[in-house]
């Protein structure tokens, strides 16, 4: 009915369908996304076009708005819509409550700090739109780029940034900047106007597949003018800081290579990794042998653990089934990771932050990419740190200790922590290349 209304031009009841539609799916839409008789449905063909067309007409409809208030109801409609979406396409991944459990379990949030910016890129077929979010307001860009050939940059910019051979070409530069001037230029001044320090990135499809730290104005990279988290959705976000002081840590790793598995090779850094770690944290830690996922449980549960760290080889695939990371003597699918660390009903606090120091998402798979939120929120964890793709481990070890050197300072966020790391990393000899520092995400709560 909305469809019909709109093409004979009569918006305003189009709009009345739209939001009739969307408020009867949302009750339903895991229902609706799983299908009569088991039967799937695939997210984006079935349920994103209605929250897309919604988005599309409320957007038209503020960038002509009379006043500024009616300008800024329409645009915390289209926040609310995206949320919305966010959330289903996110519950359709995984196919199970743990979305509404989160929201149970988010609790009483923070305001948004002064210096924080929440950026919701909205992918239209005939165009981006740019919403944005600060202390007081809402915000909208247009820019004209269709969603093609976005998609087609932000993929060609994956594949060159992350190969190996081209870290003395720097082939990916002429991506990085035009998506530089789509994503970050059109907001830059407003958002140094008003003193913005962090950007937290609600990623839209292909977007969740690339670093945003590693786009480029030409001069430098943006992880150089802003630090960068990235979440599914702030309605799934606990913003409350993180307690520096109850710090209880649980390292968990391999430096060698595991018999049962001789294609993943040896991470003898890993080693100086969880020495640093223990120097800043202390904590327990279980390497090689006794890297068993009953060995994991039962440490998180009896110590009452609130930040664990995998040292490991992982893999994070479209197919939940085909996600892992190798322990000693077994795969432990993403699914067991969850029931190991979260082990939500015997806890009074929530995982603080779950590391996974040697992860690699599918190339060019936005579904994929949802698996690292995935493992955060069916884990439990407020925070999640992770990699798109593997670096050398002596690498990763010197970032993750920096990473963890940070966190000590209560005054400096998660965000900004993970931005002092890399950059840090970045002024190493032979680590500039940003397939070194950018594949490392801040996920979920960032401060």
Not at 113 to 118: E, G, R, Y
Not at 135 to 157: E, I, M, Q
Not at 270 to 296: I, R
Not at 337 to 348: E, M, N, P, S, W
Request: overall charge negative; aromatic content about 8%.
């Amino acid at each position: 009915m909305a469809r019909l209304l709109k093409a004979t031009g009569k918006e305003e009841a189009a709009l009345a369908a739209y939001h009739r539609a969307v408020d009867i799916l949302n009750p339903i839409r895991y229902e609706y996304s799983v299908g009569y008789q088991g039967r799937h449905h695939s997210f984006r063909d079935s349920v994103a076009p209605l929250f897309m067309e919604l988005e599309d007409l409320l957007l038209r409809r503020a960038a002509v708005a009379d006043t500024p208030d009616q300008t800024q109801q329409l645009l915390v409609q289209v926040k609310n819509i995206v949320e919305a979406e966010r959330v289903a396409e996110l519950q359709d991944y995984l196919r199970d409550d743990c979305v509404a459990t989160a929201r149970a379990w988010r609790g009483a949030s923070d305001p948004l700090p002064k210096d924080t910016a929440v950026l919701y890129p909205i992918i239209l077929t005939d165009r981006l739109e740019l919403l944005v979010e600060t202390a007081g307001s809402l915000k909208r860009y247009g820019v004209p780029v269709t969603a093609d050939k976005l998609t087609y940059d932000v993929r060609t910019f994956r594949e060159r940034i992350e190969r190996i051979q081209d870290r003395q070409s720097n082939t990916f530069l002429p991506t990085a900047q035009r998506l530089y001037q789509w994503l970050i230029a059109p907001l830059q001044q407003d958002l140094l106007a008003s003193g913005v320090k962090t950007i937290v990135v609600i990623p839209d499809g292909p977007l969740r597949t690339i670093p945003m730290a590693a786009l480029h104005d030409g001069q430098q990279f943006l992880v150089k003018r802003f630090a960068i988290a990235v979440t599914p959705s702030m309605d799934l976000t606990d913003t409350r800081a993180l307690n520096r002081s109850g710090i209880n840590l649980l390292t968990v790793g391999l430096t060698e290579a595991v018999p049962k598995f001789p294609e993943f090779a040896a991470l003898p850094n890993v080693a100086s990794e969880v020495e640093a770690l223990q120097k800043l944290h202390g904590g327990d830690t279980l390497l090689n042998k006794l890297f068993v996922g009953s060995s994991v449980a039962r440490e998180v549960k009896e110590k009452d653990v609130n930040v664990v760290h995998f040292a490991t080889h992982g893999q994070v695939e479209r197919d939940v089934s085909d996600s892992f990371l190798l322990a000693y003597n077994e795969k432990i699918s993403m699914d067991d990771l969850a029931h190991l660390v979260g082990l939500r009903q015997y806890r009074d606090t929530p995982l603080e932050l779950l590391t996974l120091s040697a992860c690699q998402t599918a190339v060019g798979d936005d579904r994929a990419a949802l698996g690292l939120a995935r493992v955060a929120i069916k884990a439990g964890a407020r925070s999640a740190l992770a990699s798109l793709w593997f670096i050398d481990d002596k690498a990763t070890s010197s970032l993750i200790a920096e990473f963890y050197r940070q966190l000590q300072d209560a005054t400096v966020s998660k965000a900004v922590s993970l931005q002092r790391a890399q950059l840090k990393l970045m002024s190493e000899p032979g680590h500039d290349h940003p397939s070194f520092w950018a594949p490392f995400l801040l996920i979920s709560n960032w401060m």
